[in-house]
């Protein structure tokens, strides 16, 4: 167990072997951006209007996968909580710290270099587990789901949200665009995750031993009428994933430069005009066994 | 102008010429059930939960397209609404006038054999519109959102229902299942219509002179927690479109006899075990300028 400290004792730059391949959206700058932007925009939509367990996410809380601490602000927003914040990427955590220096100052946020498939923490220490965009790159979510079962006191809840890329509408429709993220899915694929895991929420997290599950879709639906959905959203955080993803798309030879080129396009415009942008993420709440 | 009265003065079987050919689900007695189950499973989808306009649909309402009358019993649920429904099929205003007989005698609804995109009806004589699953088969469905508004009083509510086919995740995930999802939507696009409107309803509502467009998703996430999404919708619904549609989708080339019965066992199999099934529906709501 590596606690992150408020005090600089971490080392940028000592990803994991291997942690460029297993996170196919990589490590840089501009994606910690994305990810800034994307938990803005989908704050809403993952953390609005609760059907399941019900109320805000509080007590003791694990984030899975914290990355650059861009959800574990709306975590920190609700008063009392206490995050424990994991992620494998030592640059992403000292990020995260960076952004969340007066919490973490105060306590209320401690963060930790570790695996989270293999938590360094006792049985029962948390109330609630909370992992956004986590699951689709893990090759065994379920191992996953079933460690995050293990750290749940009895009753605990958990909140897991994931996309699926197959619930991308694009009007005007574009061959070459449902090419481009067809490609990048299927690089992800190779990377061992999944961009179709959406669909399989429910018995996922069924199967790994919790109970009361309920899946939400929650849809982004972007057209003239919401010109911050277009700008946050299409154009500065789903049309970058792929932009990002370009050497890893071609790699895959399911498109060549040019339509991948044309595939953007295909992208970004249906945040223009009479266009319009539709992408469904699924929210899983549930509790562990009583 | 043709009222169909309560006193039996209809003609089964005098459908308009090339009915069945622009009508891509038929008209059998098998239809009409499965429009009803439809409708019932999916009342709380199509009726709840209004973001848009808000409030039930009241008043003088035009429903546009009622068919076998499944949509016009929820309709009439609200006290003091008077109902004018208009379908092309004097086949199915029957059934659906047998179907709603009491409020049929009261004066409740009355019943009309006229073309949607040519009412019988003077300007401003509708307090609402509502119309679902209407404008997926009609070749020019903003010339039919036009006459729609003309008919509407100002700042009178419109509510259309539609869905996108594209919008269907399947899991366990099957390639025919899909082929036979895709050779529906191409054949219903060769009798005029467009099994991917979904998408564009706003831009449609919009371009038609509407308002306050508001389009909300809305889902159907069948899993082993709803077993009766699974048998009303999936299996008493869906597949059933699909099944009534296997001349059609044949005929389309796409996919051949074989390919067809694993696609429905594609298809089938989302509703059993760990198999989930997701379908939007996009309604849209709007009013006439004020």
Redesign the interface.
Known sequence: MEIITPHGDTHPGSEPAGARDGYVHGYGAREAERLTTQADVLAALVHGDREGIGGPITGRVLEAGCGTGAQTGHLLATPGIRVDAVDLSTASLARARGRHAAATAEGRVRWHRADVTDLPFPDAAFDHVFGCFVLEHLAEPGRALAEWLRVLRPGGGLTVVEG?H??T???P?GAAGRAVIAGQARAQERAGGDA?I???L??LV??AGFRE?????R?V?A???RPDLRTGFVLGTFVPVFEAARGDVLAEGMVDAAEWERGIADLRRTATG???F?Y?FFRATARAPR
């Open positions: 699926d197959d619930s509408l694009l009007h429709d179709f959406g669909r399989r429910a018995p069924r199967g599950v309920v899946v939400e879709p849809t639906c057209d003239r009428a009479d266009g319009t539709h469904t």
